[in-house]
Protein backbone atom coordinates (compact mmCIF):
# COMPACT_ATOMS: atom_id res chain seq x y z
CA UNK A 1 0.00 0.00 0.00
CA UNK A 2 0.91 3.54 -0.41
CA UNK A 3 1.71 5.45 2.51
CA UNK A 4 2.71 9.09 3.72
CA UNK A 5 5.89 8.84 5.95
CA UNK A 6 8.44 11.32 7.25
CA UNK A 7 11.88 10.57 5.63
CA UNK A 8 15.89 11.12 7.41
CA UNK A 9 18.06 11.36 4.42
CA UNK A 10 20.76 13.12 6.14
CA UNK A 11 22.41 13.88 9.94
CA UNK A 12 20.51 17.03 11.10
CA UNK A 13 18.58 17.70 8.00
CA UNK A 14 14.90 18.45 8.17
CA UNK A 15 12.63 15.42 7.43
CA UNK A 16 10.72 15.02 3.94
CA UNK A 17 7.35 14.17 3.63
CA UNK A 18 7.24 11.58 0.97
CA UNK A 19 4.81 9.02 -0.46
CA UNK A 20 6.62 4.83 0.31
CA UNK A 21 5.32 2.04 -0.53
CA UNK A 22 4.75 -0.41 2.52
CA UNK A 23 4.15 -4.07 2.54
CA UNK A 24 1.34 -6.04 3.80
CA UNK A 25 2.10 -7.92 7.25
CA UNK A 26 4.25 -11.27 6.70
CA UNK A 27 3.93 -13.76 9.76
CA UNK A 28 3.81 -12.24 13.00
CA UNK A 29 3.68 -8.79 11.66
CA UNK A 30 0.77 -5.94 12.08
CA UNK A 31 -0.24 -3.61 9.82
CA UNK A 32 -1.20 -0.23 11.92
CA UNK A 33 -2.79 2.94 11.01
CA UNK A 34 -1.14 5.63 13.01
CA UNK A 35 -3.33 8.09 14.84
CA UNK A 36 -0.19 9.76 16.82
CA UNK A 37 3.54 9.33 17.52
CA UNK A 38 5.60 11.41 19.90
CA UNK A 39 8.78 12.91 19.08
CA UNK A 40 11.64 11.37 21.25
CA UNK A 41 14.76 12.40 22.01
CA UNK A 42 16.30 8.64 20.41
CA UNK A 43 14.43 9.40 17.04
CA UNK A 44 16.61 12.93 17.21
CA UNK A 45 20.02 10.86 18.18
CA UNK A 46 19.27 8.51 15.06
CA UNK A 47 18.57 11.21 12.65
CA UNK A 48 21.64 12.54 13.95
CA UNK A 49 23.51 9.99 13.73
CA UNK A 50 24.44 9.20 17.43
CA UNK A 51 22.13 6.06 17.32
CA UNK A 52 23.62 3.88 14.13
CA UNK A 53 20.85 3.45 11.45
CA UNK A 54 21.44 3.53 8.00
CA UNK A 55 19.65 6.37 5.89
CA UNK A 56 17.48 7.04 4.09
CA UNK A 57 15.36 5.87 6.57
CA UNK A 58 11.95 6.26 8.56
CA UNK A 59 12.01 6.66 12.01
CA UNK A 60 9.70 6.88 14.94
CA UNK A 61 8.84 4.67 17.67
CA UNK A 62 5.70 5.93 20.05
CA UNK A 63 2.88 5.29 17.59
CA UNK A 64 -0.55 4.74 18.89
CA UNK A 65 -3.09 3.61 16.46
CA UNK A 66 -5.76 1.04 14.90
CA UNK A 67 -5.29 -2.56 13.60
CA UNK A 68 -6.20 -2.77 10.21
CA UNK A 69 -4.54 -5.94 9.43
CA UNK A 70 -2.44 -9.41 10.98
CA UNK A 71 -0.54 -11.27 9.79
CA UNK A 72 -0.64 -15.14 10.31
CA UNK A 73 -0.04 -16.73 13.29
CA UNK A 74 -1.16 -13.55 15.55
CA UNK A 75 -3.25 -13.82 18.11
CA UNK A 76 -2.62 -11.03 20.84
CA UNK A 77 -4.93 -8.13 18.50
CA UNK A 78 -7.38 -8.35 15.63
CA UNK A 79 -8.55 -6.12 12.98
CA UNK A 80 -10.19 -2.66 15.00
CA UNK A 81 -7.92 -3.35 18.07
CA UNK A 82 -6.48 0.02 19.24
CA UNK A 83 -2.68 -0.38 20.18
CA UNK A 84 0.37 1.50 21.71
CA UNK A 85 3.82 0.82 19.70
CA UNK A 86 6.73 0.01 21.88
CA UNK A 87 10.27 -1.32 21.61
CA UNK A 88 10.84 -5.05 20.04
CA UNK A 89 12.46 -7.74 21.49
CA UNK A 90 12.68 -11.51 20.79
CA UNK A 91 10.38 -12.95 23.29
CA UNK A 92 12.84 -15.98 23.64
CA UNK A 93 16.13 -15.11 24.84
CA UNK A 94 16.83 -16.11 28.83
CA UNK A 95 16.42 -12.08 29.27
CA UNK A 96 12.69 -11.88 27.23
CA UNK A 97 11.17 -14.89 29.16
CA UNK A 98 12.34 -13.70 32.83
CA UNK A 99 10.36 -10.39 32.05
CA UNK A 100 13.31 -8.34 30.83
CA UNK A 101 12.63 -7.65 27.52
CA UNK A 102 14.86 -4.60 27.37
CA UNK A 103 17.92 -6.10 28.16
CA UNK A 104 16.81 -8.93 25.09
CA UNK A 105 19.92 -10.23 23.54
CA UNK A 106 18.82 -9.50 20.29
CA UNK A 107 17.67 -5.77 21.09
CA UNK A 108 20.13 -4.17 18.70
CA UNK A 109 19.27 -6.25 15.68
CA UNK A 110 15.49 -6.13 16.15
CA UNK A 111 15.55 -2.11 16.95
CA UNK A 112 18.45 -0.90 15.16
CA UNK A 113 19.44 -2.92 12.35
CA UNK A 114 17.04 -0.82 9.42
CA UNK A 115 15.15 -4.23 8.55
CA UNK A 116 13.84 -7.11 9.09
CA UNK A 117 15.48 -10.29 10.96
CA UNK A 118 15.47 -11.82 7.07
CA UNK A 119 17.32 -8.85 5.43
CA UNK A 120 14.43 -7.29 3.89
CA UNK A 121 12.83 -4.05 4.07
CA UNK A 122 9.07 -3.46 4.33
CA UNK A 123 9.39 0.13 2.89
CA UNK A 124 10.60 1.51 -0.63
CA UNK A 125 10.91 4.14 -2.50
CA UNK A 126 11.04 4.66 -6.53
CA UNK A 127 14.87 4.84 -5.68
CA UNK A 128 14.91 1.29 -3.76
CA UNK A 129 14.27 0.04 -0.16
CA UNK A 130 14.15 2.48 2.48
CA UNK A 131 16.06 1.80 6.00
CA UNK A 132 13.17 1.14 8.30
CA UNK A 133 11.90 -1.34 11.57
CA UNK A 134 13.31 1.61 13.81
CA UNK A 135 12.01 0.10 17.04
CA UNK A 136 10.43 -2.89 15.30
CA UNK A 137 7.59 0.15 13.73
CA UNK A 138 9.13 3.12 12.34
CA UNK A 139 5.86 4.79 13.00
CA UNK A 140 7.15 8.40 11.41
CA UNK A 141 3.71 7.64 9.03
CA UNK A 142 0.43 7.24 8.10
CA UNK A 143 0.97 3.54 8.52
CA UNK A 144 3.41 1.03 10.16
CA UNK A 145 4.64 -2.44 10.60
CA UNK A 146 4.78 -3.77 13.90
CA UNK A 147 5.32 -7.38 15.48
CA UNK A 148 3.14 -9.19 17.64
CA UNK A 149 6.38 -8.35 20.52
CA UNK A 150 6.07 -4.48 20.34
CA UNK A 151 2.22 -4.12 20.11
CA UNK A 152 0.31 -3.34 23.22
CA UNK A 153 -3.88 -3.78 23.12
CA UNK A 154 -5.16 -0.69 24.47
CA UNK A 155 -9.28 -0.24 26.02
CA UNK A 156 -11.70 0.20 23.70
CA UNK A 157 -11.61 3.56 25.02
CA UNK A 158 -7.70 4.79 25.05
CA UNK A 159 -7.27 8.44 23.62
CA UNK A 160 -5.30 7.41 20.60
CA UNK A 161 -3.72 10.99 20.93
CA UNK A 162 -1.82 11.03 23.52
CA UNK A 163 -0.95 7.60 24.29
CA UNK A 164 1.95 7.17 21.71
CA UNK A 165 4.59 8.41 24.05
CA UNK A 166 3.64 5.97 26.93
CA UNK A 167 5.79 3.13 24.75
CA UNK A 168 9.26 4.83 24.99
CA UNK A 169 9.57 7.94 26.70
CA UNK A 170 6.91 8.25 29.62
CA UNK A 171 7.01 4.45 29.80
CA UNK A 172 10.95 5.45 30.53
CA UNK A 173 10.75 7.96 33.24
CA UNK A 174 7.95 5.98 35.01
CA UNK A 175 9.42 2.72 34.64
CA UNK A 176 12.58 3.95 36.13
CA UNK A 177 10.70 5.37 39.51
CA UNK A 178 8.10 2.89 39.78
CA UNK A 179 9.73 -0.78 38.48
CA UNK A 180 13.96 0.07 37.88
CA UNK A 181 14.84 1.89 41.64
CA UNK A 182 10.99 0.76 42.97
CA UNK A 183 11.15 3.80 45.19
CA UNK A 184 9.27 3.04 48.36
CA UNK A 185 6.71 5.10 50.24
CA UNK A 186 7.46 8.32 52.19
CA UNK A 187 10.77 8.55 50.19
CA UNK A 188 13.11 11.00 48.93
CA UNK A 189 13.51 11.11 44.83
CA UNK A 190 16.00 13.77 43.13
CA UNK A 191 15.03 14.19 39.72
CA UNK A 192 17.14 15.68 37.50
CA UNK A 193 16.18 17.22 34.11
CA UNK A 194 12.25 18.01 33.67
CA UNK A 195 11.86 17.04 29.85
CA UNK A 196 9.07 14.36 29.41
CA UNK A 197 11.08 11.46 31.07
CA UNK A 198 12.43 13.33 34.14
CA UNK A 199 8.40 14.76 34.68
CA UNK A 200 7.68 11.38 34.15
CA UNK A 201 9.67 10.35 37.24
CA UNK A 202 7.92 12.76 39.04
CA UNK A 203 4.68 11.24 38.05
CA UNK A 204 6.03 7.83 39.03
CA UNK A 205 7.32 9.14 42.24
CA UNK A 206 3.85 10.55 43.13
CA UNK A 207 2.38 7.06 42.17
CA UNK A 208 4.74 5.47 44.47
CA UNK A 209 3.91 7.69 47.17
CA UNK A 210 7.34 9.47 47.42
CA UNK A 211 6.97 12.03 50.47
CA UNK A 212 9.74 14.87 49.04
CA UNK A 213 10.41 15.00 44.92
CA UNK A 214 12.64 17.71 44.46
CA UNK A 215 13.36 18.54 41.02
CA UNK A 216 16.52 20.24 38.63
CA UNK A 217 15.99 22.14 35.90
CA UNK A 218 17.37 25.38 33.96
CA UNK A 219 14.00 26.30 32.43
CA UNK A 220 11.72 28.20 34.70
CA UNK A 221 8.48 26.63 32.84
CA UNK A 222 9.60 23.97 33.38
CA UNK A 223 10.01 23.77 36.95
CA UNK A 224 6.92 25.31 37.68
CA UNK A 225 5.31 21.87 35.23
CA UNK A 226 6.95 19.68 37.81
CA UNK A 227 5.31 21.45 40.76
CA UNK A 228 2.66 21.11 38.96
CA UNK A 229 3.08 17.06 38.49
CA UNK A 230 3.31 16.62 41.97
CA UNK A 231 7.46 17.89 42.81
CA UNK A 232 7.34 19.02 46.04
CA UNK A 233 10.43 21.84 45.36
CA UNK A 234 11.84 22.61 41.99
CA UNK A 235 15.45 24.00 41.77
CA UNK A 236 17.44 26.14 39.42
CA UNK A 237 20.84 24.68 39.10
CA UNK A 238 22.08 28.29 38.67
CA UNK A 239 20.77 29.31 42.11
CA UNK A 240 24.00 27.40 43.84
CA UNK A 241 25.66 23.85 44.42
CA UNK A 242 23.46 21.06 43.90
CA UNK A 243 24.58 19.08 47.09
CA UNK A 244 23.81 21.90 49.28
CA UNK A 245 20.47 22.87 47.64
CA UNK A 246 19.41 19.49 48.14
CA UNK A 247 20.47 19.10 51.49
CA UNK A 248 18.72 22.06 52.82
CA UNK A 249 15.31 20.60 52.04
CA UNK A 250 16.66 16.89 52.66
CA UNK A 251 19.97 17.07 55.14
CA UNK A 252 20.22 13.40 54.81
CA UNK A 253 20.41 13.47 51.11
CA UNK A 254 18.27 12.14 48.87
CA UNK A 255 17.56 8.19 48.94
CA UNK A 256 16.98 8.03 45.01
CA UNK A 257 18.37 9.72 42.17
CA UNK A 258 17.33 10.26 38.76
CA UNK A 259 19.41 11.60 36.11
CA UNK A 260 17.92 12.20 32.43
CA UNK A 261 20.15 14.60 31.41
CA UNK A 262 23.27 12.28 30.53
CA UNK A 263 25.58 14.95 31.71
CA UNK A 264 28.66 13.72 33.63
CA UNK A 265 29.41 16.81 35.28
CA UNK A 266 25.50 17.07 36.74
CA UNK A 267 25.61 13.66 37.50
CA UNK A 268 28.94 13.96 39.73
CA UNK A 269 27.50 16.92 41.42
CA UNK A 270 24.42 14.81 42.41
CA UNK A 271 26.82 12.12 44.03
CA UNK A 272 27.08 14.88 47.08
CA UNK A 273 23.43 15.16 47.12
CA UNK A 274 22.85 11.20 48.00
CA UNK A 275 21.36 9.47 51.39
CA UNK A 276 23.53 6.54 52.72
CA UNK A 277 22.64 3.34 50.15
CA UNK A 278 21.19 5.72 47.61
CA UNK A 279 20.22 4.44 44.27
CA UNK A 280 21.40 6.45 41.20
CA UNK A 281 19.16 5.67 38.10
CA UNK A 282 20.91 6.43 34.82
CA UNK A 283 18.32 7.11 31.38
CA UNK A 284 19.89 10.26 29.80
CA UNK A 285 21.58 9.72 26.27
CA UNK A 286 25.13 11.54 26.76
CA UNK A 287 26.24 13.78 23.38
CA UNK A 288 29.13 11.81 23.60
CA UNK A 289 29.23 8.41 23.43
CA UNK A 290 32.07 7.51 25.16
CA UNK A 291 31.15 10.21 28.41
CA UNK A 292 31.99 8.90 31.59
CA UNK A 293 31.65 9.55 35.19
CA UNK A 294 34.18 10.03 38.01
CA UNK A 295 33.41 7.95 40.92
CA UNK A 296 35.46 7.78 44.10
CA UNK A 297 35.44 3.60 45.01
CA UNK A 298 35.32 4.21 48.50
CA UNK A 299 32.57 6.76 48.67
CA UNK A 300 30.23 4.32 46.17
CA UNK A 301 31.36 1.37 49.36
CA UNK A 302 30.91 3.61 52.32
CA UNK A 303 27.53 4.89 51.59
CA UNK A 304 26.51 1.86 49.51
CA UNK A 305 25.44 3.67 46.16
CA UNK A 306 23.81 1.71 43.98
CA UNK A 307 24.11 2.54 39.93
CA UNK A 308 21.05 1.55 37.72
CA UNK A 309 21.39 1.39 33.90
CA UNK A 310 18.05 1.83 32.63
CA UNK A 311 16.57 0.69 29.38
CA UNK A 312 12.84 1.67 28.60
CA UNK A 313 12.37 1.65 32.76
CA UNK A 314 12.46 -2.17 33.05
CA UNK A 315 9.00 -2.83 31.71
CA UNK A 316 7.03 -5.46 30.63
CA UNK A 317 4.96 -3.11 27.79
CA UNK A 318 2.03 -6.03 27.82
CA UNK A 319 1.70 -4.92 31.47
CA UNK A 320 3.30 -1.36 32.19
CA UNK A 321 1.45 0.35 29.63
CA UNK A 322 -2.10 -0.56 30.22
CA UNK A 323 -1.33 -0.17 34.07
CA UNK A 324 -0.19 3.66 32.77
CA UNK A 325 -3.55 3.77 31.37
CA UNK A 326 -5.70 3.10 33.55
CA UNK A 327 -3.52 5.36 36.31
CA UNK A 328 -4.32 7.82 33.95
CA UNK A 329 -7.76 7.65 33.48
CA UNK A 330 -8.16 7.57 37.08
CA UNK A 331 -6.35 10.53 37.30
CA UNK A 332 -3.49 9.43 39.10
CA UNK A 333 -0.83 10.14 36.15
CA UNK A 334 -1.94 13.09 33.99
CA UNK A 335 0.93 12.52 31.77
CA UNK A 336 -1.45 14.48 29.29
CA UNK A 337 -0.09 18.05 30.76
CA UNK A 338 3.55 17.63 29.43
CA UNK A 339 1.94 17.17 25.91
CA UNK A 340 1.83 19.34 22.79
CA UNK A 341 0.00 18.32 19.86
CA UNK A 342 1.09 19.10 16.16
CA UNK A 343 -0.44 17.73 12.64
CA UNK A 344 2.08 15.34 11.32
CA UNK A 345 3.20 17.15 8.76
CA UNK A 346 4.39 20.03 11.15
CA UNK A 347 7.43 17.44 12.70
CA UNK A 348 9.89 19.66 11.30
CA UNK A 349 8.48 22.89 13.32
CA UNK A 350 7.45 20.40 16.46
CA UNK A 351 11.51 19.48 16.29
CA UNK A 352 12.23 23.31 16.05
CA UNK A 353 9.58 24.29 19.13
CA UNK A 354 11.61 21.42 21.29
CA UNK A 355 15.22 22.79 20.73
CA UNK A 356 13.73 26.60 21.79
CA UNK A 357 11.96 24.88 25.05
CA UNK A 358 8.58 25.98 23.75
CA UNK A 359 7.71 21.92 24.58
CA UNK A 360 8.01 19.63 26.68
CA UNK A 361 6.71 16.64 24.55
CA UNK A 362 5.46 17.18 20.76
CA UNK A 363 3.14 14.38 19.86
CA UNK A 364 2.30 14.14 15.80
CA UNK A 365 -1.35 13.87 15.28
CA UNK A 366 -2.62 12.71 11.96
CA UNK A 367 -6.28 13.79 11.09
Not at 158 to 169: D, H, I, N, Q
Not at 231 to 259: C, K, M, N, S, W
Not at 296 to 319: C, F, N, R
Request: aromatic residues 4%.
Amino acid sequence: MEITAAVAHKPLADFTLETLTLDGPKAGEILVKIKSVGLCHTDLAAREGIVPIPMPAVLGHEGAGTVLEVGAGVTKVKAGDKVALTFNSCGSCENCVLGSPAYCYQFLMLNYAGVRPDGSSPITSAEGPVNSVFFGQSSFASHALANEQNVVKLADDAPLELVGPLGCGIQTGAGAVMNSMAAHEGSSLLVLGAGSVGLAGVLGGVVQGCSTIIVVEPHASRRALALELGATHALDPAAGELAEQVRAIVPIGAQYVFDTTGIPSVIEASLGAMAPHAALGLVGVPTDPTAAIGLSLMQAMIIGIKIYGIIEGDAVPDEFIPRLAALHREGRFPFDKMITKFPFNQINEAIEAGHRGEVVKAVLVHD
